[in-house]
């Protein structure tokens, strides 16, 4: 396979990704809002994921862990959004590889991981802290914010990445003033 031939198939591969994480956000999102208008609706709500023993405890509470499930869920399609328009629009120049374009979307999406990553741990300790009153929590892996930390080493790796990119549009500028 080429390198056109792998990144339409990438392309492939993000807006199906895509597609699932707008129908979970906006699933969390509407069943959070039908949650407020209607409480007794919760018990069935996220994936059979229960939190009608948080809401019961404090409203407070509920709304936000509710509020950042859905950050993290709504950034995590946004990053695929982005991830689409790059490929879509051709963004990536195989001969001059080094852009501007490419080097903002590394930075773009390292900022991105880092949000996600930052929202998921800090609802996972959130969480913790609930269960720790007494109140029957679900897993952070049922609610869709678990592997906060794997979310934060990849916002790293991009932005050494993007600094690499940084750095080797400099020396592509250098050779090109020099010629």
Request: hydrophobic share 55%.
């Amino acid at each position: 396979m080429n390198t056109k031939q792998v990144l339409n198939l990438l392309l492939i591969f993000c807006w199906i990704i895509f597609v699932g994480l707008c129908i979970e956000a906006g699933a969390f999102i509407t069943n959070a809002v039908f949650a407020i208008i209607n409480p007794a609706i919760i018990p069935r709500l996220w994936q059979q994921v229960d939190l009608s023993e948080l809401y019961k405890y404090n409203y407070g509470y509920f709304f936000v862990l509710t509020l950042i499930v859905g950050i993290v869920s709504v950034i995590k399609a946004w990053l695929f959004f982005l991830m689409i328009k790059t490929l879509h629009n051709k963004n990536l120049n195989v001969h001059q590889p080094f852009n501007k374009e490419l080097r903002h979307f590394v930075f773009y999406l390292s900022y991105l991981a880092l949000g996600i990553g930052l929202f998921s741990a800090y609802g996972i300790k959130y969480s913790a802290w609930i269960a720790a009153q007494g109140v029957k929590m679900p897993d952070s892996q049922d609610l869709r914010i678990g592997g906060a930390d794997v979310w934060l080493f990849m916002a790293v790796i991009l932005f050494v990445i993007a600094h690499i990119f940084k750095r080797g549009i400099e020396i592509q500028t250098e050779n090109e003033l020099t010629i």
